[in-house]
């Protein structure tokens, strides 16, 4: 693609927003304003915690000031809906049009819907395309825009693709061909579109827009300070994934070993030295703690398992709240295992549906162990991965593995890096 072209803004149009860009970091004002003068398109690349969804907001509320139009998509539905959520509480919600099936939208926001508008009324066709012309905010999936009537006739100013890092290029084309301008938010360092051949992965298919365009260095805006995680968590991502590039905002008001302090007063450190704990199964030895291959490729591992109840059961009983705990799993299966285990308020899932979210205490279970030479794990393989799960705690992160088994994951130069800094050795603990 071209090099992109961007154009002034006039004085007039700047002064209308300016009380929105005022709310920004300098980089998000940046990335605000740059996505305004492009002609074609521009990439917003947002660190863990950098406020991408707070940079979403601001922009789409610069477009309705300045009487534009939007399309507003992601990936998934959740993402999707994260936006708007905030959305909501600033712009009027008679101007947003949310499509897809109620089923899949969070029920507070299922009265932005098409049939949630159209109930007040009777069925007349002038009334439906009077809500698909005239609303100024659309918001649906990138794979909704290939099959809804609406697209077939309505063009947009701008379309906002977020998590723009995980969608096939194919099916994000087809979000950015209704608009006259683009932006893509992401992060190509996490994770990319799910590819399962191997072959066209290997043809390049697993490379999102969002990485191909962010050649054309001019098109980049870069959010390089985080909001989320305290500094020994934001400093493990830098030093493994960033060069050294990510930044906390402020540490005053994200240095906090806990805000629930009592919590680890029994079980874990509350000093800020300690916000990153490992706790080694060394399953090599302890057989209770080796990963079981089903005949089917699923993989659990009970040890861990029963370990992670032990340890969740232990912060809520000393009063963490059960939404401020996360468990994330890098396996399908043993997530829905360890589901079961700590039970249904307390959300365990995997990394890939853990992207965009946050905790104040993340608990990651790896899993996986290695008893064969030719053992190998594909999903720890990709530091994409591995920097997506390591990066949603906020206060406390726990690791719950088998660190020679993961040490010998040459594949993954990230996770290798990672046992062999000389500073992660206070950080492993044996559990035996």
């Known amino acids: 693609m071209k090099v992109p072209v961007f154009s002034k803004m006039k004085k007039e149009d700047i ?8 709310q920004l970091n300098r980089d998000q004002a940046r990335a605000v304003l740059r996505s305004l003068m492009a002609n074609d398109f521009s990439i917003i690349e947002g660190f863990p915690g950098s406020g991408k969804t707070q940079t979403v907001v601001a922009l789409v ?36 049009l949310r499509l897809g099936y109620s089923s899949a ?38 794979l909704a825009v290939s099959t809804n009537l609406l697209f077939s006739y309505r063009r947009f100013s701008m379309t906002i693709v977020d998590e723009a890092s995980m969608v096939l290029e194919p099916t ?10 683009f932006v893509l938010l992401g992060d190509h360092r996490q994770l990319t579109p799910l590819v399962c051949s191997e072959e066209a992965r290997q043809e390049g298919m697993a490379k999102s827009l969002l990485e191909r365009l962010s050649v054309h260095l001019s098109a980049v805006v870069t959010l390089h300070s985080q909001y989320r995680m305290n500094e020994p968590i934001t400093q493990l991502s830098s030093r493994l994934f960033y060069e050294n590039k990510l930044q906390c905002f402020s540490f005053d008001s994200v240095n906090h070993a806990s805000i629930y302090s009592e919590v ?38 009970d040890g861990e398992a029963e370990f992670i109840e032990g340890i969740c059961k232990l912060f809520i009983s000393l009063g963490l709240k059960e939404c401020d705990l996360g468990v994330i799993s890098f396996y399908r299966y043993h997530a829905e295992r360890l589901s079961q285990k700590v039970g249904a308020n307390i959300e365990v899932n995997t990394v890939d549906q853990y992207q965009g979210k946050d905790k104040s205490v993340i608990v990651l279970s790896f899993v996986w162990t290695k008893e064969k030479k030719n053992q190998r794990s594909d999903l720890l393989a990709d530091f994409r991965r591995v920097n997506v799960a390591i990066t949603r705690a906020k206060h406390k992160l726990i690791m719950i593995g088998c660190r020679k088994s993961l040490s010998r994951l040459r594949t993954n130069y990230f996770i290798s890096l990672f046992f062999e800094e000389s500073k992660i050795d206070d950080l492993v603990i044996q559990i035996f």
């Open 264 to 301: 680890y007063k029994l079980c874990l450190s509350n000093s800020l030295n300690d916000a990153i704990v490992f706790l080694d199964t060394n399953s090599i030895k302890n057989a209770v703690f080796r990963a079981t291959f089903g005949k089917h490729g699923d993989v659990f591992n």
């Open 172 to 181: 994000v084309i087809s979000a950015i061909s209704v608009s006259d301008s």
């Open 15 to 22: 002064m209308s927003i300016s009380q929105v860009i005022r």
């Open 61 to 96: 509320c610069c477009l309705i000031v300045l009487g534009r139009t939007v399309l507003l998509t992601s990936y998934t539905h959740s993402a999707v809906d994260n936006i708007l959520l905030k959305l909501v509480e600033i712009v009027d919600e008679h101007k947003i």
């Open 105 to 142: 939208i969070t029920k507070n926001l299922q009265h932005l819907t098409l049939e949630a508008k159209l109930s007040k009324y009777s069925g007349e066709e002038r009334i439906v395309f009077n809500y698909y012309k005239f609303q100024p905010i659309v918001a649906c999936t990138c």
